[in-house]
Every structure is written in structure tokens, then in C-alpha cells.
């Protein structure tokens, strides 16, 4: 039985029983008069229903475990009666708090009697009729929280109604609390000064004591009046951020509805977490369980593992098939989290900074990324000759002045050696952090709310509103994207990202195919993991017939994530493989996505013209498990809260990209069954080891912190080198070992050096690493047959794979490499046979990329970082530096291991001796049958080949000699050596040693033919399948 409501309490949610049912709710300031459609995705769970007609698949999904879930009703839509008159059934924990509320208002209402205002109202206030029966706030009580929801939702269908600005500002005046919050004397300078204001800022700011935020206008306690100029600069600021979540909240309401729907998202955890517990005490009956046929069921997924027993050879043709869609492929990074658990800090100033500025191996998170994508497309460019400059867009946020500091980073930086226009970085809104307590916004100042990102799953909707979607299919001619973020360093090992691109342009014969795919890059998860989980699941859905009447079950299919916060409201028990076993059933989601982008765009644009806020921002969450250590600016109390903001994860776009069938579907049915959601799975430390939390010092615990995440790094770089054929290579040590001694080697290297670990192998070639030895290839064509290291070795080139073009400077087309004249690629599919890709001429002008590095930073400590090039653009091309080392010792006494200074994860280390090569410009270094001790720094001009020997007597002698001018007009020098790239029948790299090889004649044949008239049609044909 619903518990009894005061006077004053039902006069306050009876506000809802004079609106109308609930319509759909434009942003405040642009709501007509004229009838909206149904309010979706907000008290509806509306969605579009999707194609069906799926094709086979050879990876579909089969249960080894499968949790069923009954859905609970959502609140339902009211229409006519007053929803006072049907109340939904309170928790416990609600009830208790309502009639402590009831016990409250009781009390005070016999100590004083409601304040009346004088005939006429206070000044610049209004008149409210019948004041004394509309809600007044007491201190100390509360609204329980879903009479709060139910009160918003008439608020809300008032407005809609209102034809104009200033008619809604009459709604809002004539709001109990509003009209309580301008009587009150104590707020009258910020009344005041709101009068001032133009009319759709007193609609956004009047709208806070409309939901019960009043507290965000007030000012401390016995703080002196604010002047009303100071208060009205405050309060244009204020509205100015709250616009923001206005507009883009503006499918659900905007502000009112961002508001609404956290208090309807808190509520419904509450009664999830009560229904939980008492299923633990009492759990129900076989009987009860049968009586309630499941909804949903989530079944373990089945998908490409690159870490099984075919993983190696299912890895390269993936990898393969990812490099040939190269040009067809887009990178999304979402960058705008706030990074508070990494307590990242400007060493100079003090200000807290963004996780994307991270120092993370002697360079920032955002520079790692760049720098795999640019080995990617160095990568592409030896085996076709042909550059290729990837569209990248980044999701800002004002967090930590996170979107200023990211574009003064990538301006730092040259922009990474590319074109600026090739960079597209959009906002994220900031939204108000709830109390789940009494869903009160925390603030950080006064007139100043706790604004937080409001999630990653914003990122669509934002690419819709901003064009970026648009900007990626229609001017750059992209179909898909990489997703990944930037707390990870580790997606781009070895074929991890290409294999994931390659499964999604090979699920069809058609490129456009691509475009309606939505794939999930996963490992293995710790079972009770605070991450994640990917699964397979299967939705029954009862969809009726227009013209009929008549309805029947349909059955949907599709790979998607479920959150660890919801497992147990989803009755999802996370167990493990076998007895003993600490690794769950579920595979981890690792946010590294493949997206087709028609796809994406079309749900997006399907859910803006339905008003649908779930499909917008799907995967609606608000976390309750979280406790916000919180001071509070108006009166000086600090305590824990229970507090979050509604987030929304991107990942869950695939909830809306399942494929329906008319009858379930059996496990070897979905076995041959190709879905248009996919997984591919690799060995964790190859897909995620994120550096997203500060380690407590003096804690053992590194999962997830910048510790933990170079320890993978260096145990990644254990596996590379015993490929490579070394003899000896240290441990990197327990992680206790590791923290207390430091790593047992550092080897580190700029990913053109491969990146796929097959190239690095051929290009590092025997010998070995002493134990403490450090290890640093900052090239990318390099070529190490038996070194040996005992102490320190560090390679820098100024430029990694390329040569800078100046603006005004002739545009100079660089030869392609040896053998890779024609622009054809050839690779084989899984099942055999050969294909090939012709891609056409780059745009004009031509795209270019680079990955220098300076030589103030050259001579540092620290590994340099891309793009500290005066200005200018940088093509890829064998303009570049080389080192060769053959039968070579290096000995010197190498990292003081024992200085209390060294932090190993940012590559910041103090060295007794190290042996150092510097090469500037297009330059060489040779060592041949020597053995370099002690201290030694080798600095190489451009355009010179130095050489480094054994005396007579042991010495070491030096040859500096120029090296020879490029032929037939072009710019640059003849390099005395490259590597020739080639791909073989399975799609695998293989590189040949070519000393001094002129460049062959352009290929000849069928194959050129097809480019060519590829070429004259501006076309891109792509012929492949795995």
C-alpha cells in the first residue's frame, strides 16, 4: 500500500494531475505550442526494429553458459488521472523516507505557519495564486525521489503546451518552488539580477528551482550580498553551460529531461538492488522462475580468436585484409573523460590535468596513439607505394581544460606531421553530478554545479549534431572507423587493430557491407573484474501487425556489452570457466570497436526524427556503487555522498544493430548464421592494458594503472624479442619484483618499426639482452643481426619514415619503394586463394604523414615524440634515417637502477653510461664486427653515412662519408640499403635486403590495367573476403 502524502506533499506532485499525458519534450527555449509526437526512449522503450534477413556467418555465437532476464515495467506513461491517483510501490527505503518527510512537514508546519507574500507580491517576483497550497521546501526534507520524477513529468507537458519564451517563463513563476525561491528575501540579489537577463537565460536558470536545485543559485550562509554586476557575469556563466546540456539533451527534454531521467534511472537501481537482495534471502521457487518467461538471454560469444590454436595464421590474413582497408577506414578517439582516478597534475602549475596528457613511455597517451596509426599507414605505404592519410576525429570535453589543451597539444605537435584539416575534434557536453541520496546537484562553488562528462555512448549523437559523420563518409570517402581510447596504449600490438578492421570489411563480398557492421575487440576477464563483459544476446520481442491487429514474437540476435554495474540487476552471475579457474566465462569488453559508419548514421538520424533519447544515447546508466567525497560550498560540510551523473557507453550502439528472426535460433544455426555484430578476441596484454588509475603508494596493486600497464609493455616486449631469436632475455620480473627492482630490460621502439611483430622479427635478428640492459629503436628502418647489449643502446631518427615538405616548397612525388611501384596489394582470404586491391590516386594534394623528432629532444633522457618539426608537412617516403648493426657489442654501465628518481612507465630514468645514435635528416649509421664500451654519442648529419669499426688494435674508427644524390632529378639521397616489402599467398610481410637496388620499372599487366581505369573513375575496388 502506497503511504499517505501531506497536504502540502500531494499539492506539490498533484502538480502533474493539471497537464495533460506527457508529450515529447523539445529544449525549453524551442518548445511550441503545436502537439509533439509521444515522448520516446524517456517513458517508452521505443526502438527501431531491425532489418531482417541476415546471411551465414562462420563465427556466430554458441552458449556455454546463458543467464536469462525477465525486463522489469518501465514507469508508465500517465494520461488523464492524475498519477497521485496510482502511485508505483516504494522500496522500503523510500517509504521510510517518505514519512520522514510526512513526520517533517508535520512539525514544521505547527511551528510556524507558511510565509505569505504581500499583496502584489514580493518586488520583480510576480503574484503566485494559491501560495500557501504549492510546494515549499523545508530544510532538512526531501522529495522522495520518484514523486519527484512524477512531478518533473508535468513540469515538462506544461511547457510543451506554452507557445512562446515568455510563456514558458510564466509556467515555470507559476512552480511552488520557483515562486519560493524569488519571494525569498535571501536570494533577492540573484532575483534581481535574473530580471536582467535576457529571456531564454532566465528560462534555463529559472528551470533549476523548477527541479528542485535551488540551492545552485544561493549563496553561503552569512556571506556578504554579491554585487548584482558580479552576480549576473556568474549567472550568464552558469546558463552558458547550461545550455549546452540543454541542447544536447534536447530528445529528452533537454535540462528538465536530463534531470528526469537520472532521478527515473536512480529509482529504478533502487528498486533492482532491493529486488536483488531479496531474491538472495528468499530466493524463488523453480515454479516462480518457470512462471516467468525470459525477455532476454545472454549467451557466451563466439568470434575469431586470435590467440587460439589457428590464431597466428588467422591473425595475418586478418591483419592483411585490415591493411588493404586502409584507405576505407576512419579512427574515432574518445578523449573527453575527466581521468580523475589517474590525480594527473601540471608539474609547474599545479592544475589538474586530462588522461590524454598522460607521460606514458616519454610521451603523452595522445602521441601513442598517433604514433600507431602513422606505423600503420607507414606500413601500407611499403607495400603499395601509395600514402594514405587517415581521417581522425576526437571527442573533447571542457574537463581539465581537456579540449584547450588537446588542440594546443596536437598544435605543438605539427599536428603529427599531417594536415590540420585531417583532425576533427568536437565537444562533449559536461553534465550536473546527482545526489542519488535525494537527487540534489552537487556544486563546486556556489553558483557553480559539479559538472562531470556525461559518458562516451554521447560520442554519436555528437558526431550527428557536429557533422562528423558527414565529414568522414562524404569528404574523406570513409565507411568504417576504429574506436579506441585513449587510457589504452596497448590496442595497436601487433595485428590486433588490423585483424578487427579486417573482420569487418571481409564479412561480405561488398565494401558497403563494412558500413553496416559493428564489431568488439576482446580478451580474456578476470572474473569479479569492475569491467565489462561481451556477450550474445538473444531478445524476444512481440511486435504487432498495423493492418491486423495481430502480434507475434520475433527474435533478436546480436554480440553487444553489458556494464558490470548492471550484472546482477540482469541476473548475471559472473562465473569462471572451471573449478579454480580465476577467468570468467564472459569475454572483457575493451572498448576497441570496429563501426560501420552508414550504420551508425542512420540510427542516429532514425532516433533524432523520433525524439528516441535511448537510441541516441544508448546503454543509459547511473552508477550507485560510487561514494563522491564531497564539501559542501554553501555550508562548509564534508561527507560522503552516494553520487554520479548519467552516462551513456558508446559500445551499446549495438543493442540497436541486431538481426531478428522469426524462431529462436539453435546453437549450430548461429554457428553458420552471419550477424551484422561480430567479436574478435587476442590475448589480453595484446588488446588492453589501461593506465586509467593512480597506484596507491605502497600498493602491490597495478591492474589498470600507468605501473601495470608498462609492465604489459615490457612483457609484450619479452614475447616480440624471443621471436626476434635472442639468446638471452631477461624476466621482466613478478609484479613485485617489478615495482621493487624496476623491469628486468627496457625495450622500447617506435611501432614503424613493424608494427605487426612478424616485420620486427625480420628486421632484429639474434643476439641478446644482459640483465638491467636497455634496449630504444626509434627508427623504423633499421636492421640488428647479433647485437649485443650490456648496458644501454638508444637509436633516435629525426625523421622516422619520411621527409618534411615546407609550405611553398616544390611538391615532389618520392619514388616508391623497391618492388612496390604498382599500387596493387595482393592478399589471401582464410579460405586460400589470391585477391588484390587497387586503390586509386590520392587526393590532391597529396596526403602526407610523418614522425619526427627534434633535436633539442633527441638529446634528452627522454624518447622523443612525433611532430616537433618547425612546420610543414611530411610525406613517407625512404627519406629517412637508417641504422645497421651486424656482429656488434655495445657494454657500458648502462640505467642506475638503484636511483630513487627512476619512474620506469614514463621511460624517465637516470644512466650512468648509455651509447647513443642521433640521426638527423635523411641519414645512415653502420657498425660492423665491433665492440662499443663506455660512454659514446654518434650524431649524423643529414645526407652523410657514418661507419663505425674495429681498429687494428681494437679502437674504435669512424668513416663519416656523404651519401649520393638522388638520381633523375629528385630531391634527397640514394640510401645504400633498404628493405624491399612483399606479401606472401597467406598474407603474411616478408622482407627482403636489397643494398643499393635502383628502382625497378612500374608493374606491368592485368593488375595495372584494373588500377588505371580505377584511377580514371575515381573508384576504389575491393575484392576480398575472410
Known amino acids: 500500500m502506497a503511504p499517505l502524502l501531506s497536504s502540502k506533499q500531494a499539492a506539490c506532485v498533484g502538480e502533474v494531475s493539471r497537464a495533460p499525458a506527457p508529450l515529447r519534450p523539445a529544449p525549453i527555449h524551442q518548445r511550441a505550442a503545436a502537439p509533439a509526437p509521444l515522448q520516446r526512449g524517456l517513458l517508452a522503450r521505443a526502438r527501431a526494429a531491425p532489418a531482417p534477413g541476415p546471411s551465414p556467418q562462420p563465427d556466430g555465437g554458441a552458449p556455454a553458459v546463458v543467464f536469462t532476464h525477465t525486463q522489469a515495467p518501465a514507469i508508465p506513461q500517465h494520461s488523464g488521472p492524475s498519477p497521485v491517483a496510482q502511485p508505483q510501490p516504494f522500496s522500503l527505503r523510500q517509504q521510510h523516507q517518505q514519512q520522514q518527510w510526512i513526520r517533517q512537514q508535520q512539525q514544521h508546519e505547527q511551528r510556524q505557519p507558511v510565509r505569505q507574500p504581500p499583496p502584489g507580491g514580493f518586488p520583480g517576483t510576480g503574484t503566485v495564486q494559491s501560495y500557501e497550497s504549492d510546494y515549499e521546501l523545508v530544510p532538512g526534507s526531501e522529495l522522495p525521489l520518484d514523486a519527484q520524477a512524477r512531478r518533473l513529468e508535468g513540469i515538462i507537458a506544461r511547457l510543451q503546451e506554452a507557445p512562446d519564451v515568455e510563456a514558458k517563463l510564466a509556467v515555470l513563476q507559476s512552480v511552488g518552488s520557483v515562486a519560493a525561491f524569488l519571494a525569498n528575501p535571501a536570494t533577492a540579489p540573484v532575483s534581481s539580477a535574473l530580471a536582467s537577463l535576457a529571456a531564454p537565460q532566465r528560462l534555463l536558470l529559472l528551470s533549476l528551482p523548477a527541479m528542485l536545485q535551488e540551492h545552485v543559485l544561493q549563496e553561503p550562509a552569512g556571506a556578504s550580498p554579491s554585487s548584482p554586476s558580479s552576480v549576473s557575469s556568474r549567472l550568464l556563466s552558469l546558463a552558458s553551460r547550461l545550455s549546452r546540456v540543454e541542447s544536447f539533451y534536447d530528445s529528452m527534454g533537454g535540462l528538465l529531461g536530463y534531470q528526469l531521467k537520472s532521478l527515473q534511472l536512480i529509482v529504478e537501481g533502487m528498486k533492482d538492488k532491493a529486488r536483488v537482495q531479496e531474491e538472495k534471502a528468499h530466493p524463488p521457487s523453480p515454479e516462480d522462475l518457470a512462471a516467468r518467461p525470459p525477455q532476454t538471454t545472454y549467451r557466451v560469444p563466439r568470434g575469431i580468436d586470435l590467440a587460439g590454436e589457428a590464431g597466428s595464421g588467422v591473425g595475418i590474413s586478418a591483419a592483411a585484409a585490415g591493411l588493404a582497408a586502409l584507405p576505407l577506414t576512419a579512427e574515432i578517439y574518445p578523449v573527453g573523460g575527466a581521468g580523475d582516478r589517474l590525480g594527473l597534475v601540471d608539474e609547474t602549475t599545479g592544475e589538474s590535468l586530462p588522461a590524454a596528457m598522460l607521460p606514458y613511455a616519454g610521451r603523452t597517451l595522445m602521441e601513442v596513439l598517433l604514433r600507431d ?111 579506441r581510447q585513449i587510457s589504452n596504449p596497448m590496442a595497436g600490438t601487433d595485428t590486433t587493430l588490423l585483424a578487427l578492421a579486417g573482420a569487418g570489411f571481409s564479412r561480405s563480398g561488398s565494401v558497403a557491407e563494412a558500413g553496416e557492421a559493428f564489431g568488439f575487440m576482446s580478451c580474456e576477464r578476470a572474473v569479479g573484474a569492475a569491467e565489462g563483459m561481451n556477450v550474445l544476446q538473444e531478445r524476444r520481442k512481440w511486435v504487432e501487425d498495423k493492418e491486423s491487429g495481430q502480434g507475434r514474437w520475433v527474435y533478436e540476435y546480436g554480440v553487444t556489452n553489458v556494464e558490470y554495474t548492471e550484472f546482477a540487476r540482469l541476473g548475471m552471475s559472473d562465473e569462471a570457466v572451471s573449478a579454480g579457474s580465476k577467468t570468467s ?39 550507485l556503487n560510487k561514494k563522491v567525497a564531497y564539501t559542501d560550498p554553501l555550508s562548509g560540510d564534508t561527507r560522503q555522498v552516494t553520487a554520479g551523473r548519467m552516462e551513456s557507453t558508446m559500445q551499446n550502439m549495438a543493442d540497436f544493430m541486431t538481426d531478428a528472426f522469426e524462431r529462436p535460433l539453435s546453437r549450430e544455426e548461429l554457428g553458420k548464421t552471419r550477424l551484422s555484430t561480430f567479436l574478435v578476441s587476442n590475448l589480453r596484454r595484446k588488446v588492453t592494458s589501461s593506465a586509467k588509475k593512480r597506484r596507491e603508494p605502497g600498493s602491490a596493486r597495478i591492474a589498470q ?24 632475455v631477461p624476466e621482466p620480473g613478478s609484479p613485485e619484483q617489478y615495482l621493487a627492482q624496476g623491469p628486468g630490460f627496457i625495450f ?28 630504444v629503436l626509434e627508427v623504423a628502418e633499421a636492421r640488428l643481426l647479433d647485437v649485443h647489449v650490456e648496458g644501454s643502446l638508444q637509436v633516435y631518427a629525426e625523421c622516422v619514415m619520411g621527409h618534411l615538405e615546407t609550405p611553398g616548397s616544390p611538391v615532389d612525388a618520392p619514388p616508391p619503394p623497391p618492388g612496390r611501384e604498382g599500387s596493387v596489394l595482393s592478399i589471401s582470404s582464410l579460405r586460400g586463394g589470391m585477391t588484390e586491391l587497387a586503390m586509386p590516386s590520392p587526393p590532391a594534394p597529396p596526403s602526407r604523414a610523418h614522425s619526427p623528432a627534434s633535436p633539442e629532444r633527441l638529446r634528452g633522457h627522454a624518447s622523443p615524440a612525433p611532430g616537433h618539426a618547425p612546420g610543414g608537412v611530411l610525406r613517407y617516403s625512404s627519406r629517412c634515417g637508417r641504422v645497421q648493426m651486424v656482429n656488434v657489442r655495445v657494454r657500458n654501465a648502462g640505467i642506475d637502477w638503484a636511483d630513487p628518481g627512476n619512474v620506469y612507465w614514463r621511460h624517465q630514468v637516470a644512466r650512468r653510461e648509455t651509447c647513443k645514435v642521433v640521426l638527423l635528416g635523411q641519414s645512415e649509421f653502420e657498425a660492423h664486427d665491433v665492440t662499443i664500451s663506455g660512454a659514446h654519442t654518434f650524431v649524423v648529419p643529414d645526407g652523410h653515412r657514418l661507419a663505425v669499426t674495429a681498429g687494428p688494435d681494437g679502437a674504435l674508427r669512424t668513416s663519416l662519408s656523404p651519401l649520393a644524390r638522388a638520381g633523375s632529378g629528385a630531391e634527397g639521397f640514394e640510401p645504400t640499403w633498404q628493405w624491399r616489402y612483399g606479401m606472401d599467398p597467406y598474407g603474411a610481410v616478408r622482407l627482403s635486403y636489397c643494398p643499393a637496388v635502383p628502382h625497378s620499372p612500374p608493374a606491368k599487366g592485368v593488375t595495372a590495367a584494373v588500377l588505371a581505369a580505377a584511377e580514371r573513375l575515381g573508384e576504389t575496388i575491393l575484392d576480398f573476403s575472410i
Request: net charge neutral; hydrophobic share 45%.
Open 705 to 728: 594503472t600507468p605501473d601495470g600497464s608498462f609492465y604489459d609493455l615490457q612483457r609484450n616486449a619479452w614475447q616480440i624479442l624471443q621471436r626476434c631469436g635472442l639468446t638471452h
Open 748 to 775: 622500447l621502439f617506435h611501432p614503424a618499426l613493424g608494427p605487426l611483430w612478424d616485420v620486427i622479427s625480420q628486421k632484429l635478428m639474434g643476439g641478446s639482452l644482459a640483465q638491467g640492459a636497455e634496449l
Open 585 to 623: 566465462v564472459f569475454p572483457a569488453n575493451t572498448n576497441v570497436l570496429f563501426v560501420g559508419l552508414g550504420a551508425a548514421r542512420r540510427l542516429v538520424g532514425d532516433a533524432v526524427g523520433r525524439g528516441d533519447g535511448e537510441q541516441l544515447m544508448p546503454g543509459l546508466i547511473f552508477n
Open 373 to 483: 596509426l602513422q606505423a600503420r599507414e607507414y606500413l601500407y605505404y611499403r607495400l603499395t607505394g601509395r600514402q594514405v592519410t587517415t581521417p581522425v576525429a576526437i571527442m573533447t570535453s571542457d574537463a581539465k581544460g581537456n579540449h584547450d589543451r588537446i588542440s594546443g597539444l596536437l598544435a605543438d605537435l605539427n599536428w603529427a606531421g599531417r594536415e590540420r584539416d585531417s583532425f576533427r575534434l568536437f565537444r562533449q557536453p559536461m553534465v550536473p553530478v546527482v545526489s542519488a541520496e535525494d537527487g540534489r546537484w552537487l556544486l563546486s562553488r556556489p553558483l557553480g554545479p559539479m559538472m562531470k562528462p556525461g559518458g562516451h555512448g554521447a560520442i554519436w549523437k555528437l558526431m550527428w549534431d557536429e557533422g562528423v559523420f558527414d565529414w568522414l563518409q562524404n569528404t574523406h570517402g570513409r565507411v568504417a572507423a576504429l574506436v
